[in-house]
């Protein structure tokens, strides 16, 4: 299923020769997890149905023989409910199930959600949707578990002065573009590095609207957070 994690998307927005067109994406992520280890991940994507037209006329283009194009464009997630479906209990690993998929049109965006129950994260982690979100999950020595999403900083380096002067250029292209993560921790949140932390509920937002280099700013950033381990049991998940 051609859903990517937010770590691989940074990748391929900044990299990819779709920066403009890819911009236009809204995701609201959010991952809830319950003291046994389960839990469930929540997605909301949409993307512009222009956008959507015009990346099926650049693959048709492709599929055709290319036209000048000698790499056909990698979409960041699919909008076929069928398709989604279909990919997902193709691939899906033991312990996991897609609980709800549906789609909607609004104002002229296309959306698509959908809800994954897992029995625990290393199940979702075999999963398309979070096989390379660079998560891991570690208990301190007080009993306090500390989870970790990196960013996709290893994989490319920080802009130049030149590479972000570029992207407040075309932020106008990028209009739209806008990420939201939140992780429902199973024990009240002790420090973490979001936007907004309420009770055990962390929220990071990135928005073109507050951050010219949003794109960069995604691939460099570690979502972090430390919660209270009392009655949680978490299996520990290395780097």
């Not at 046994?36 to 929540?42: A, K, Q, V, W, Y």
């Not at 002229?108 to 999963?127: C, M, P, Q």
């Not at 490319?156 to 990028?174: F, I, K, T, V």
């Not at 199973?186 to 590095?193: A, C, V």
């Amino acid at each position: 299923m051609q859903i990517m994690t937010m770590r691989r998307m940074a990748t391929v927005l900044v990299l990819g020769a779709l920066l403009a067109l890819a911009g236009c994406i809204k995701v609201d992520q959010t991952l809830t997890l319950s003291p046994d280890g389960s839990g469930t991940l929540e997605m909301r994507y949409g993307m512009s149905e222009q956008t959507l037209a015009q990346l099926q006329a650049m693959e048709q283009m492709s599929a055709q023989g290319g036209q000048g194009m000698s790499v056909q464009p990698e979409q960041p997630f699919r909008f076929d409910e069928a398709e989604v479906r279909e990919a997902f209990e193709a691939d899906k690993p033991s312990g996991v199930e897609l609980t709800a998929l549906s789609s909607e049109v609004v104002d002229g965006w296309k959306y698509i959600d959908l809800t994954v129950a897992f029995d625990d994260l290393r199940a979702l982690k075999r999963t398309e949707l979070f096989e390379d979100s660079a998560l891991t999950v570690t208990r301190m020595g007080g009993g306090d578990y500390r989870l970790t999403q990196r960013g996709g900083g290893d994989e490319m380096s920080a802009p130049g002065a030149s590479e972000q002067q570029l992207m407040q250029q075309m932020s106008a292209m990028l209009a739209g573009f806008r990420i939201a993560q939140t992780i429902v921790a199973p024990g009240e949140i002790i420090e973490s590095n979001a936007d907004a932390v309420n009770g055990r509920r962390a929220t990071w937002v990135f928005d073109i609207a507050d951050d010219p280099n949003v794109i960069s700013t995604l691939a460099q950033t570690n979502l972090e957070l430390v919660f209270d381990g009392d009655g949680v049991e978490l299996p520990t998940i290395a780097p």
